[in-house]
């Protein structure tokens, strides 16, 4: 019985590491597991945080949108200007002859009927106007009696001239600013007279107003020169 007896305590013996192995094992893997899913519904929550946000933006983004096509409703409805991602556009041959910088009257009329609506929209919202000159490609011709250097130029000029024209008919001066782009971001191809008379515009975007806004009007950039209005 004794030989038996001392035959059984070494199985035992040698069978015990052989448990403990495997429970620090299986305790290895559930405490991965843990983690690996801990892992996922952070994941997860980081997910439905930023699908949260997108959607409550883009419902902004469209209350913004259904709000200035309907301040705008009535020159829409004529199709005198058109509203793009919440950019109210103008054909620059409603405003302007071909390379000129001078409002026609049909324009100062148009601009005249937009001064209200807009005001009404950027009181409610805070924010401010920013006027952009666009032309196409085509190169200024030279010329004796040529008034502009360059597209940049002349782009610069027409926002200049729409800025002003809509502080002298009642737009505050504080609310509205002017930019160029001459023939960058064009909405057409430049291959024909179509697409040229497309990218020949001036757009008007609601902009928040920021501390910069409020306290200077005057920067450049390889793309775009913003020009403080004048004094009315």
Do not use: C
């Not at 015990?16 to 952070?42: E, N, T, Y």
């Not at 509203?83 to 041959?93: K, P």
Request: net charge negative; no cysteine.
């Amino acid at each position: 019985m004794t030989a038996m007896d001392d035959t059984l305590d070494d199985a035992a013996e040698q069978t015990a590491p052989a448990w403990a192995v495997f429970g620090d094992l299986m305790a290895g893997l559930l405490g991965a597991f843990v983690l690996i899913l801990l892992g996922v519904l952070v994941v997860q929550i980081d997910l439905v945080a930023s699908l949260k946000q997108e959607v409550e933006k883009r419902q902004m983004e469209e209350k913004r949108r259904m709000a200035l096509e309907k301040a705008l409703a009535v020159p829409l409805a004529a199709g005198r200007v058109t509203v793009n991602e919440g950019r109210i556009g103008i054909s620059g041959s409603v405003l302007f002859s071909t390379g000129s910088a001078d409002l026609r009257t049909e324009g100062r009329q148009l601009l005249e009927s937009l001064v209200p609506p807009l005001q009404v929209y950027l009181r409610e919202r805070d924010e401010m106007l920013m006027v952009s000159g666009f032309t196409d490609n085509t190169t200024l011709l030279r010329s004796s009696n040529q008034r502009f250097a360059d597209n940049l130029e002349l782009s610069a000029q027409r926002a200049l001239t729409v800025t002003r024209a809509l502080i002298d008919v009642g737009m505050p001066s504080a609310q509205v600013f002017a930019a160029a782009f001459g023939a960058e971001q064009p909405v057409a191809d430049n291959v024909d007279e179509h697409g040229r008379a497309q990218n020949r515009r001036v757009e008007m975007a609601p902009v928040p107003k920021t501390a910069n806004a409020k306290n200077t009007r005057t920067s450049t950039s390889t793309t775009a020169q913003t020009i403080p209005p004048r004094a009315p």
